[in-house]
């Protein structure tokens, strides 16, 4: 396990390597970020959006994705209020929402003046999938990654709509495998990290059959592009802050986590729309060694906010919390006693990176 000696992440992110000179992948992406003319590229996608609206016939310009979070909001705006766009926004129902979310979605559909369409999961099958894939995978939410990204590439076939506006291509903003050089193309979005490898047919099965599992089963392209529908990623266009997008939601009446940040938070208004993120992403602290406080912490490195002392101070202060705020919701929803929740973790802790000293867990290799 080696750490960046430039921000605080470790090579055991899936797709992060450290070069010769001790500075990760994400970072080097950082720096190209620095001589790209966002100003040009702000215009390539404003000239997108003009040859769309010349020509569509159907009712929607564009389908934005949304939660209602500072990320989503603000793409609501760039192509409604910046670009005119006919905006339809598309959320995936969460299956425990938080008062924050419920209010965030709600008022940025009010706020901002637009459709949405919210996709309802059959609850059962979805907390079925989830128990699985908690079980099998150790990954409880890889399931609805599946629907997020089949979902509105299917609700774009069915209404007509020939452009997906995506966020920020995770692997190119926050390091990871790419499938491409840097570009706009999201057309390959169902092959990103979150979901690369598996599919959602692996869990059909006597419980669960084909025709429950359509929302998470991405189209074929070739249905895609035979309509003429688009995907692109905003951050190819946008210079990406999360940061500056939440200040922007803000003013249109966002909430951020009116408790604080969660437990090993570093913000308070980061993914807040739902109870059930958090044991997911706590989980990559077992097999790789790192979750949201390393995540955050480098997101402030990466621009200007945060030195790396400072950092490391808070990913060590921070790591060892666990996300005890919504846990009780976990095992309930997923029908498990805390018994059956630690046998599973157990069975996934990586122990190339983790040694058992004393009876506590710790990683071999500490950030320092």
């Known amino acids: 396990m080696k750490y960046c000696n430039r921000c605080v992440m470790p090579n055991t992110k899936p797709g992060v390597f450290v070069d010769a000179e001790g500075v990760c992948s994400a970072c080097r992406s950082v720096e190209q970020k620095k001589f790209i003319n966002w100003e040009a590229r702000r215009q390539e996608l404003v000239a997108l959006c003009d040859s769309i609206k010349k020509a569509n016939k159907a009712c929607y310009d564009v389908i934005v994705p949304v939660s209602g979070g500072k990320d989503s909001t603000f793409q609501t705006w760039m192509m409604k209020e910046i670009c005119g766009m006919n905006v339809l926004c598309v959320c995936l129902a969460p299956h ?9 979605l709600n ?18 099958t979805l907390r079925r ?58 057309r390959d979005i169902h092959e990103n990290d979150l979901v690369r490898g598996k599919s959602i047919l692996d869990f059909v099965d006597d419980e669960i059959k084909e025709e429950d599992v359509f929302f998470y089963k991405y189209p074929p392209l070739a ?34 986590r009116r ?17 059930l993120c958090e044991i997911n992403i706590w989980l990559k602290y077992i ?20 030195t790396r002392k400072e950092a490391i101070r808070i990913v060590n ?18 029908e498990l006693s805390e018994k059956e929740f630690w046998e599973v973790v157990e069975k996934f802790r990586n122990h190339d990176i983790w040694e058992k000293i004393r009876g506590k867990w710790q990683l071999k290799v500490p950030l320092t």
Request: proline content about 5%; some cysteine; charged content about 25%.
């Open 259 to 275: 408790a604080g940040p969660l437990s090993g938070n570093v913000i308070d208004y980061d993914n807040i729309d739902e109870k």
């Open 129 to 186: 999938l989830r128990r699985k894939a908690f079980i099998r995978l150790g990954e409880p939410n890889w399931t609805e990654h599946c629907a997020v990204f089949a979902a509105v590439a299917n609700v774009a076939l069915i209404y007509d709509v020939p452009l997906i506006l995506w966020g920020e291509d995770v692997a190119v903003e926050f390091g990871g495998r790419t499938t491409k050089i840097r570009k706009a193309d999201a």
């Open 317 to 334: 202060e921070l790591s060892d919390e666990f996300p005890k705020e919504y846990f009780q919701d976990f095992l309930d929803y997923h």
């Open 287 to 306: 097999k790789f060694g790192f979750w949201r406080p390393t995540d955050q912490c480098c997101y402030q490195i990466w621009n200007g906010r945060m």
């Open 223 to 256: 249905e895609l592009e035979r309509k003429g529908i688009q995907s692109v990623y905003l951050s190819y266009y946008h210079n990406w802050d999360g940061k500056k997008h939440y200040e922007l939601a803000q003013d249109y009446g966002l909430w951020p």
């Open 96 to 104: 425990l929402p938080t008062e924050e979310g419920i209010h965030n």
């Open 107 to 124: 008022n940025m559909v009010e706020s901002l003046q637009v459709d949405l369409i919210k996709v309802n999961l059959k609850p059962g």
